[in-house]
């Protein structure tokens, strides 16, 4: 939430709409019902899709290093079997968190809810003050920010992540969570087994040690470090910054505009309880937790960027 001033310069005073006003309100009344239905989200944003891309490109390049060339040429049927599925377990279980944290709604504000109607159904008391984003029409919700590539306000909104293609917001910052933990855990795997590779390799001079020639398997195992080397940096990062954000119940956003927080901050369980759901327990670790199948739909909204269903 930020301080009464800030907010004034963040939102500016547009009067509310009316039934006279330009905006669609049949869109807007579409809009609000698809907001709170269950959805998958997801942004069309063309740096946000490569990037994406690329992420999956990456994690399956060093699938295929890890298990076709140091894993299958092994001659430990044991080593080859127990490191092949820890590693492909934690590949799956990363590229399920960032399918996840990808199509959730971060927690969207409903656009073009700001109308005549709609606040005198709110029943507000004399003096309670309310804010409207004049670049989506919405009432403005507390600790809420407006993302300019999502074109939304987002509750709780840390940062927008294009490796991810989305908003980390209330709604997906756990997967967005277990996405780099369990990347930062299978980089670490990685880097490990390319180590045990080179030292396997050296001892025997090369030979045997892989189905590929000894040039095309150091260059193979070369990248796989520098891409473990990045990717475990980068994530690990982002990890501790956003167990410390949780922790502290702080947005990145409200820390970087030193916001002094008016709402009543949760106790640092409490708010790890709140992201990850209930008591601590193996559930919380499970980006498979509450998915369903639904049928992807394109909604052809006017200025809408997410496709629903």
């Known amino acids: 939430m930020q301080s009464s001033g800030h907010r004034l310069r963040d939102v500016e005073h547009h009067p509310l709409l009316t039934e006279n006003d330009n905006y669609d309100s049949s869109s807007s009344s579409s809009s609000s019902e698809a907001d709170t239905a269950d959805r998958v989200w997801f942004i069309r944003d063309g740096c946000g899709m490569v990037c994406a891309v690329m992420t999956w490109l990456l994690v399956v390049y060093a699938d295929f290093v890890v298990t076709f060339v140091m894993l299958l040429p092994s001659k430990d049927f044991w080593y080859s079997m127990i490191n092949g599925v820890i590693f492909n377990c934690l590949a799956v279980l990363a590229l399920s968190s960032h399918l996840r944290t990808m199509l959730t709604d971060p927690g969207a504000v409903p656009k073009g809810n700001a109308t005549k109607e709609y606040m005198e159904s709110l029943q507000l008391k004399p003096g309670e003050v309310i804010y409207k984003c004049p670049k989506c029409c919405c009432i403005k919700p507390e600790r809420a920010h407006h993302c300019s590539i999502c074109k939304r306000c987002i509750r ?65 195992l070369i990248f796989l470090c520098l891409e473990g080397l990045l990717f475990f940096t980068f994530t690990a990062v982002m990890f501790g910054t956003q167990i410390h954000s949780i922790c502290n119940d702080e947005t990145e956003i409200e820390r970087l505009k030193s916001e002094k927080p008016t709402w009543e901050r949760r106790l640092r369980w409490e708010g790890m309880k709140s992201v990850f759901g209930g008591p601590p327990s193996l559930l919380w670790i499970n980006p498979f937790v509450g998915f369903r199948f639904r049928r992807l739909q394109m909604r052809t909204r006017k200025g809408g960027p997410e496709f629903s269903v």
């Open 156 to 220: 709780k909104m840390d940062h927008h992540c294009p490796w991810v293609n989305n908003c980390v917001g209330e709604k997906n910052q756990r997967f967005f969570v277990l996405f780099t933990m369990y990347i930062a855990l299978s980089s670490v795997h990685a880097l490990i087994l390319c180590g045990f590779q080179f030292f396997s390799c050296v001892r025997g001079q090369w030979t045997e040690c892989s189905d590929f020639s000894p040039p095309i398997t150091v260059i193979l």
